[in-house]
């Protein structure tokens, strides 16, 4: 039973890894555009599927398609903040959001359309092999390098909001016309955000594809499902938390984790029993977020 | 008219307690904004020409919903699975009207209506195919289930508002895929479930016009529900739950009305949903379509029961490219941009949405209100149903 709830937390953290960064980015959106945004883990498969065409098909050496890769995500996020959050700034959130879920159905869609020959995708780990294995779980260098790229990430962004183009962000969410009267650009601000999100929608997609095969539409429903978890992840930071955000995704991915257990075994769907569970929980018993101290003001 | 005579109804309820009163006012006030009833002094009337135009039309409307699919007086040779298609789009369509409920008239946003759906579905294919009763004890079955299991989810989680009550149906949804459609002896599994239709329904043109009935009794309930006392608060609290609560409006059990009502309606779909595949594997309730359910009743247009319909029959015909099928297009589509008819509607109809969202906040209903105003026997205004009437209200948040 220890060496199951071991394997169960080994897995959950690193599995947790992917969610956490899909997290980062709906946290930063929300805080931004006040969106729930459904296309941030589109940006991650968008993201896995160029840098699968570098990789695989134009044999590109690996790390230029990784940057393909990045790239097109950050394009698609700057391409979204543009055409379809900026007019509709504006509007109500019921269609904001509808918006948002529009451009991660007509990114899967061209997914599908593109992959139509080979629907079932596998691309190489960065590294092969496996790293450790605590309790009997394999944990492998891709594990490995995600974590390390997430804890990366979070020092970077906690470095990077301490700069001035950092506050320059924080300002203009926290007041955007007080902002403007400073100076600060509330058009670049938002685009920058944006840009910023998709490269860690990004990050999670082409550092989590290699684990396993994909197809269109990976991190929104299929195997590697991220944008559920991800958003239980930022709801347990309060929404506006980035390191709840982090530690959320962790806990998320533990939390799936025990869906698996052997106790379980007679329910198929344990994981999506858990966390629906468990979010229910979380928020009628903590609705202002489990890692946040004081409720944040609406 | 008001002004001028105090005899109207609308001036009597002064006399009413001053709460009832207030709130049969503001009640009064908002459906009138919404649908645009009462118009000038001197109303319109067409001439002879303008009725016999109107009725041609009408009547057109008619051929094209009740003759066409049924091959009756049709230059088309449509084939069985063109029925079918028809079919799926009045079962879309009841859906549609069902998230309309909830979306339109109370503003919270439900991402796992496809778990409603298929709980209708698998409860009315169990009931028949397991307990061997009919079709017509299944569906009141399902729509009871449905509306029980909406109304302990709605219990348990309407004290959260806006975007975490959609977060919650949307873990609901992905559990109700996962874990209840998962459980074999419900569903039966990945196999799936072999469900006959009912009784003198059997072919596919019968079973179309069955379709049509029942989404013609779903608008029926929709439109009287929306005038009762309860419909008049649901519109008073999608405006602002703070007014409406402090008028004495329960704001709490009337969304949970809603709610229920929703998941009644949404079951009845999913009943006739499963007769009309005739085969039920729980695959086909994913999360991608209750973002589809989502797309068309936005593009359709909240709080308008014909644009509804119009957006969830567009997007029930753009699956599997049946309208690029109908209308002779695969050829050019695919010499031009190399699209196949399959991907047509899975990438125009997200593209559709986003243009329909950016320019015509309204949808469909907004794009036809100046048809729809000419059909009711008014002059042609082009700018009828302009932004400000339409315009979306916040979901709370």
Known sequence: ?298 | MTETLPETPEESTRELPPVEAEQVTEATRVTEAVDDTDDDAAPFRPGIGGWIARGLIWALLAWVVFALPGNILSPFELGVSDVGHASKAAIFAIIGLSLNVLIGYTGTISLGHQAFVGVGAFVSAYVVVDMGLEFWVAVPIAAAVGGLQAALLGAISLRLTGLYFALVTLAYGLFAEETLFGITAFTGGEGGKNVPRPLGFEDDYTFYYLCLAFLAAVLWVDWRLMRSKGGRALQALRENPRVASSYGINVKAYTLMAFVVSGIFASIGGALLAQQSTFLVPKTFSFQLALIFILMTVVGGLRNRVGVVIGSVVFALLEEGTLVHLLHLEGILDSTIGLPAEFFGLVIGPILLLLTITLYPGGIGQQIAPIAQWLRGRKFDIHAGKVTEVEVTDVRA
């Open chain 1, 1 to 298: 039973m220890t060496t199951e709830l071991g394997i169960a937390v080994v897995n959950g953290v690193f599995r947790g890894s992917v969610y956490a960064l899909v997290a980062l980015g709906i946290v930063l959106i929300y805080r931004a555009s006040g969106v729930f945004n459904f296309a941030q883990a589109e940006f991650g498969t968008t993201g896995l599927f160029a840098a699968y065409i570098g990789i695989e098909l134009w044999q590109w050496p690996y790390w230029l398609g990784l940057l393909f890769g990045l790239a097109a995500a950050v394009a698609m996020g700057l391409a979204t903040e543009r055409l379809v959050i900026n007019p509709l700034r504006n509007s109500s959130r019921v269609t904001l959001l509808v918006g948002t879920a529009g451009v991660a159905l007509a990114a899967i869609g061209i997914q599908f359309w593109q992959s139509n020959e080979q629907p079932i995708r596998s691309m190489p780990k960065l590294v092969e092999g496996v790293a450790f294995q605590p309790f009997g779980a394999a944990i492998t260098y891709q594990h490995l390098i995600t974590f390390v790229v997430l804890i990366v990430v979070a020092l970077a962004l906690a470095v990077f909001f301490r700069s001035p183009s950092g506050l320059a962000i924080q300002a203009a969410q926290q007041e955007g016309t007080a902002a403007e009267l400073v100076g600060i650009s509330v058009r670049r601000v938002s685009m920058m955000t944006w840009g910023i999100a998709a490269l860690l929608g990004g990050l999670a997609g082409v550092l989590s594809g290699p684990n396993l095969t994909f197809t269109a539409g990976f991190l929104t429903f299929g195997a590697g499902a991220a944008l559920l978890p991800g958003f239980m992840a930022a709801v347990l930071g309060g929404m506006k938390s980035m390191p709840g955000a982090l530690f959320g995704g962790l806990l998320v991915g533990v939390i799936e984790q025990f869906g698996n257990l052997s106790i379980l075994s007679d329910v198929s769907g344990g994981g999506a029993m858990m966390l629906f569970l468990f979010l229910l929980v979380v928020l009628l018993l903590r609705p202002q977020g489990l890692f946040v101290r004081k409720a944040v003001a609406a």
